[in-house]
């Protein structure tokens, strides 16, 4: 049974730094995709950032220069680390693990119970 378990969320002031972790169990976490996607209140899920596993990385272009996505293979587990939060950060953010070969959509795998950020301005 995939799990994966977000934490590190919480409320922190417009400027301010937050890292989310991400520890998955029950995938061979070598051969998957994984990725932070975010959804605020009244918006669809997006993605933030994602790693492959040799830590390639793609981030979208609204938090380029902010965020930095890493993975730890030996402890099976991601981190998003965010720097210069804004309002407009506020959502509750979603692991997701998907393997290699069904990358193309990330609802063929697996999805955390989310964490959520609140940045107060």
């Known amino acids: 049974q995939v799990q994966l378990a977000e934490s590190g969320g919480g409320l922190v002031q417009a400027g301010g730094s937050l890292r989310l972790s991400c520890a998955a169990s029950?995938?061979?976490?070598?051969?998957?995709?994984m990725s932070w996607y975010r959804q605020a209140p009244g918006k669809q899920r997006e993605l933030v950032a994602r790693?492959?596993?040799?830590?390639?990385?793609d981030y979208a272009e609204f938090v380029k220069g902010r965020f930095t996505i890493s993975r730890d293979n030996g402890k099976s587990t991601i981190y998003l680390q965010m720097n210069s939060l804004k309002p407009e950060d506020t959502a509750v953010y979603y692991c997701?693990?998907?393997?290699?070969?069904?990358?193309?959509?990330?609802?063929?795998?697996?999805w955390g119970q989310g964490t959520q950020v609140t940045v107060s301005s």
């Open positions: 997701n693990a998907v393997h290699l070969r069904l990358a193309r959509d990330p609802n063929l795998g697996s």
């Open positions: 029950g995938i061979i976490f070598s051969d998957n995709l």
């Open positions: 790693i492959t596993p040799g830590a390639s990385t």
